[in-house]
């Protein structure tokens, strides 16, 4: 924050963080997990709330890397035919090695007692009787004969063996609590016999959106529609924004008239029941902008109103504190391209603080931009673009940030920081 600066923060990332350090993480529910289909879909991307530790180790046991014979070094030693003694096999407990012979093992089978290295089997030259196809041929007692070649006698002690313990240990994190448990972490649940565990509650989030102007959902009836009358588009975004991510829980958005006994219900009964109210419109200095207004009547703090940005520079950013956690309050400007940047740029990173994400500040990529023009401005500025290559952006160039046919044909929008005229590389948000 600057003296002579009318912004309460310089940039958006300095707003975002003064609005997390105001959130906690929502609450920890307990729950069931197993193998079956319904079980994995419906924990698959929840948020770990508590580590999980390794029940055993991994590998659980000396296992083979490899399809081959299980030997000790001063079995290399012996030259003509070798006798194949026994078979270690996945799923049951190894043979015990003998000094009359080697072991034919397979990959994941454990390694026996005495054995120091795998020849894979490649590496060897295998007589008849080797293969279990060729089992009718040998005797009672025999699994086959082998021979070395040069290759086997050069495999050093430990080759091919992956030991006991050597991905983790009994006992230590197998994962982090505030991940997200994507398809490798459900495995590593499944590895490590979890039956239960604790992940966040999903973040509740409304949608608010305000406005006189806007049709109601039921005037698809009413055609044509009045050319002073416009249709929820800010609704469909935020709600596009906020779709299929299982740490959300979003319920159908809410409206609101421009009158302030309605906008105040409906704020009182969205922070009520959420943990994030998403506003649009009614931030700016109309007659009709009732939002701060009303914000402050409710008691909720205002963390900023105005960042110097573009577009969106009217954007409200407000807590809400009681008893149980905080609500936050984001009013977005009503104008489709500031409240759907805006909605992404600020409400997505402190909705994943909400559900528990440890790591919930974005990193973004960053891209460079083809082509820029000579225009600066002395803000943080939101520009849509397309990827036209790996790595490289071409700008999306709009009539403002009432355009969102123009913003409907982005990929997303790179943020350049005030009078920035270089094509970059500058941090991309993607839809
Ligand atoms: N005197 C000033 N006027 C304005 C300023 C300013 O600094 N001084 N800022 C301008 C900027 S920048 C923006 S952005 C807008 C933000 O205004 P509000 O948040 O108060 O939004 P509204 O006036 O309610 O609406 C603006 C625009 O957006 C349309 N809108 C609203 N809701 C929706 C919706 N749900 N779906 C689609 N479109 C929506 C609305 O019809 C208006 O056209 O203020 C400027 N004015
Ligand atoms: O900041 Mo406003 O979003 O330019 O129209």
Same mark, same amino acid.
């Given at each position: 924050?600057?003296?002579?600066?009318? !912004?309460?923060?310089?940039?958006?990332?300095?707003?975002?963080?003064?609005?997390?350090?105001?959130?906690?993480?929502?609450?920890? $529910?307990?729950?069931?997990?197993?193998?079956?289909?319904?079980?994995?879909?419906?924990?698959?991307?929840?948020?770990?709330?508590?580590?999980?530790?390794?029940?055993?180790?991994?590998?659980?046991?000396?296992?083979?890397?490899?399809?081959?014979?299980?030997? +000790?070094?001063?079995?290399?030693?012996?030259?003509?035919?070798?006798?194949?003694?026994? $078979?270690?096999?996945?799923?049951?407990?190894?043979?015990?090695?003998?000094?009359?012979?080697?072991?034919?093992?397979?990959?994941?089978?454990?390694?026996?007692?005495?054995?120091?290295?795998?020849?894979?089997?490649?590496?060897?030259?295998?007589?008849?009787?080797?293969?279990?196809?060729?089992?009718?041929?040998?005797?009672?007692?025999?699994?086959?004969?082998?021979?070395?070649?040069?290759?086997?006698?050069?495999?050093?002690?430990?080759?091919?063996?992956?030991?006991?313990?050597?991905?983790?240990?009994?006992?230590?994190?197998?994962?982090?609590?505030?991940?997200?448990?994507?398809?490798?972490?459900?495995?590593?649940?499944?590895?490590?016999?979890?039956?239960?565990?604790?992940?966040?509650?999903?973040?509740?989030?409304?949608?608010?959106?305000?406005?006189?102007?806007?049709?109601?959902?039921?005037?698809?009836?009413?055609?044509?529609?009045?050319?002073?009358?416009?249709?929820?588009?800010?609704?469909?975004?935020?709600?596009?924004?906020?779709?299929?991510?299982?740490?959300?829980?979003?319920?159908?958005?809410?409206? /609101?008239?421009?009158?302030?006994?309605?906008?105040?219900?409906?704020?009182?009964?969205?922070?009520?029941?959420?943990?994030?109210?998403?506003?649009?419109?009614?931030?700016?200095?109309?007659? +009709?902008?009732?939002?701060?207004?009303?914000?402050?009547?409710?008691?909720?703090?205002?963390?900023?109103?105005?960042?110097?940005?573009?577009?969106?520079?009217?954007?409200?950013?407000?807590?809400?504190?009681?008893?149980?956690?905080?609500?936050?309050?984001?009013?977005?400007?009503?104008?489709?391209?500031?409240?759907?940047?805006? /909605?992404?740029?600020?409400?997505?990173?402190?909705?994943?603080? !909400?559900?528990?994400?440890?790591?919930?500040?974005?990193?973004?990529?960053?891209?460079?931009?083809?082509?820029?023009?000579?225009?600066?401005?002395?803000?943080?500025?939101?520009?849509?673009?397309?990827?036209?290559?790996?790595?490289?952006?071409?700008?999306?160039?709009?009539?403002?940030?009432?355009?969102?046919?123009?913003?409907?044909?982005?990929?997303? !929008?790179?943020?350049?920081?005030?009078?920035?005229?270089?094509?970059?590389?500058?941090?991309?948000?993607?839809?």
């Amino acid at each position: 924050m600057n003296a002579a600066s009318p !912004f309460a923060f310089d940039s958006p990332d300095q707003a975002i963080q003064a609005l997390s350090q105001r959130i906690t993480a929502t609450d920890i $529910e307990s729950v069931d997990f197993g193998s079956s289909l319904a079980s994995l879909q419906s924990i698959h991307r929840r948020i770990l709330a508590e580590p999980i530790l390794a029940d055993r180790d991994s590998p659980a046991a000396n296992v083979s890397a490899m399809d081959g014979y299980a030997i +000790y070094e001063s079995d290399l030693k012996r030259d003509g035919v070798i006798e194949v003694t026994g $078979e270690s096999v996945p799923g049951s407990p190894p043979p015990s090695r003998s000094d009359s012979g080697v072991i034919r093992i397979f990959t994941g089978a454990i390694v026996p007692e005495g054995c120091d290295r795998v020849i894979q089997r490649e590496h060897t030259e295998e007589l008849a009787g080797t293969s279990a196809d060729d089992s009718n041929s040998r005797g009672p007692n025999s699994r086959g004969q082998i021979r070395w070649t040069e290759r086997a006698r050069s495999i050093p002690p430990g080759a091919n063996i992956r030991c006991q313990g050597e991905n983790l240990t009994a006992g230590s994190v197998a994962i982090p609590a505030g991940l997200e448990l994507t398809s490798p972490r459900l495995a590593a649940l499944t590895n490590f016999g979890v039956h239960q565990l604790q992940v966040h509650r999903p973040v509740r989030v409304a949608v608010l959106t305000t406005g006189d102007e806007l049709a109601s959902a039921s005037s698809k009836n009413e055609t044509p529609l009045p050319p002073w009358k416009i249709r929820n588009s800010n609704a469909s975004a935020l709600i596009g924004l906020l779709a299929n991510q299982p740490w959300i829980d979003c319920v159908s958005p809410m409206h /609101a008239v421009d009158k302030p006994s309605v906008l105040r219900a409906s704020v009182l009964q969205a922070i009520e029941h959420h943990d994030v109210v998403l506003m649009t419109g009614g931030v700016s200095m109309g007659d +009709y902008d009732y939002v701060p207004r009303i914000l402050q009547e409710v008691g909720a703090e205002i963390v900023f109103h105005k960042l110097p940005l573009r577009p969106g520079k009217p954007i409200l950013g407000a807590i809400q504190s009681s008893p149980t956690g905080a609500t936050l309050i984001l009013g977005l400007p009503g104008n489709p391209v500031s409240a759907t940047m805006g /909605a992404r740029r600020f409400a997505m990173p402190l909705i994943r603080k !909400f559900a528990g994400l440890r790591d919930w500040a974005e990193c973004p990529p960053h891209v460079m931009l083809d082509e820029v023009g000579d225009k600066t401005l002395p803000l943080h500025w939101m520009r849509g673009v397309r990827m036209i290559q790996p790595g490289v952006a071409e700008l999306v160039l709009g009539k403002g940030s009432g355009d969102l046919a123009t913003l409907a044909l982005t990929d997303g !929008f790179i943020e350049m920081p005030p009078h920035a005229n270089a094509p970059g590389p500058w941090p991309y948000f993607a839809w």
